[in-house]
């Protein structure tokens, strides 16, 4: 059997093959492809990714979904009524979902639409959040009616990142106290106690939190109010603006990058870097206090794996703690780092996320239960 695995953004798509042989998997191919032109509409992508790739055989595909809401919870068999809810979802997560709900459907096209898809939930490892994590302090009624909640994102990325650290600290009763970071283009951080997420920084959409690539991350409501009077902008405005023209990008005024903003000179871009690491070491702190310590703080995706200065500066005098980063392992070269001092009282992990991996679990565990569900019957 043949899984492909999908996992869109709102600009690229990471595309990859596993070989299933009972319920061992084996990769065959990953790769990423950034959207940068109507030539790169779905349907072309993924028949090129088949014939460059020689994948002749497509049993199962499966996609990564950003929000699944209150009713998506598990990974799903994707069916009609799974993709009008995702669909339903989508002004929670504008930038993700209608982008999902696109390439499931050019997947169908391209492939047949008697292939099995699965869909995989960012949201679904945040099922369990704790009351005093996931609720809004508004009126009860309102937020039993419309579902609001701290729903939290990023699950497969920061499921990956435990995994990994269970495999490389076996000997740590239940894993411990885990704070991971996922730093790309989207941010969040979560901490997980045990395996069990306890908090993390994105809530209700995955704008709340971290200052992102350019998403705004926390601001106070009462600005969006003020904005919505002195400029009056529509809801439709407000959501570009704090989806699309605002972190990193709109703090400077000149990138969303953050290697072309840590290597410029410019005060702005100074000012969007600084920021950036600040808000995430407050969210750190604010965990550490959440789980009462620390075995380890983990960094993964494309910032927190590939920038070196953005991990320094956001464990900076985190000393008081027992944090303590060595600059030269830090500056090591890829792959799995452990980059804190032999003195570090908690350890600093670099952890590449591996997403797809995650994802073609998920699809053969939901193909198992299928099956099973048939036999029995």
């Given amino acids: 059997m043949i899984i492909l695995t999908v996992n869109t953004g709102s600009s690229s798509v990471r595309l990859a093959a596993f070989a299933c042989d009972g319920r061992t998997l084996?990769?065959?191919?990953?790769?990423?492809?950034?959207?940068?032109?109507?030539?790169?509409?779905?349907?072309?992508v993924l028949?090129?990714?088949?014939?460059?790739?020689?994948?002749?055989?497509?049993?199962?595909?499966v996609h990564r979904v950003v929000h699944g809401g209150a009713a998506l919870t598990t990974s799903r068999l994707l069916d009609q009524e799974v993709e009008r809810e995702i669909d339903r979802l989508a002004p929670l997560a504008p930038l993700h979902n209608p982008a999902a709900l696109h390439w499931i459907r050019a997947t169908r096209e391209v492939l047949g639409a008697d292939i099995t898809q699965v869909a995989v939930f960012d949201t679904a490892f945040f099922k369990d959040l704790p009351g005093l994590a996931r609720t809004y302090a508004i009126p009860h009624a309102l937020a039993k009616k419309h579902g609001l909640r701290r729903y939290g994102f990023h699950g497969l990325a920061h499921q990956a990142m435990w995994r990994k650290w269970?495999?490389?600290?076996?000997?740590?009763?239940?894993?411990?106290?885990?704070?991971?970071?996922?730093?790309?283009?989207?941010?969040?951080?979560?901490?997980?106690?045990?395996?069990?997420?306890?908090?993390?920084?994105?809530g209700f959409s995955p704008l709340e939190g971290l200052i992102m690539a350019t998403r705004?991350?926390?601001?106070?409501?009462?600005?969006v109010t003020f904005l919505q009077r002195q400029e009056n902008l529509g809801p439709g405005e407000i959501d570009q603006l704090l989806n699309e023209r605002s972190g990193l990008l709109g703090v400077s005024g000149m990138s969303a990058d953050m290697r072309q903003l840590s290597e410029s000179q410019d005060e702005c871009a100074r000012l969007a870097v600084d920021l950036y690491c600040y808000r995430a070491r407050k969210y750190l702190g604010a965990y550490l206090a959440v789980l009462g310590g620390a075995e380890a703080i983990v960094f993964g995706g494309g910032v927190g794996e590939n920038v070196p200065a953005v991990r320094e500066k956001i464990l900076a005098g985190m000393g008081w703690c027992g944090i303590e980063i060595d600059s030269k392992r830090n500056h090591g070269s890829g792959g799995v780092l452990c980059v804190s001092s032999p003195e570090s009282r908690a350890e600093v992990w670099v952890i590449p996320v591996d997403e797809a991996a995650i994802l073609a679990q998920e699809a053969l565990a939901v193909i198992a239960a299928k099956e099973n569900r048939v036999f029995q019957g």
């Fill in 26 to 44: 084996t990769e065959l191919v990953n790769v990423r492809h950034d959207l940068t032109a109507k030539a790169d509409e779905p349907e072309v």
């Fill in 47 to 61: 028949r090129e990714f088949a014939q460059t790739h020689g994948i002749t055989s497509r049993d199962v595909s």
């Fill in 166 to 202: 269970r495999e490389l600290q076996p000997d740590i009763p239940h894993g411990g106290r885990v704070i991971s970071m996922q730093l790309g283009a989207g941010c969040s951080i979560t901490a997980i106690d045990n395996g069990t997420p306890r908090d993390t920084s994105m």
């Fill in 216 to 223: 705004s991350g926390d601001i106070d409501p009462g600005l």
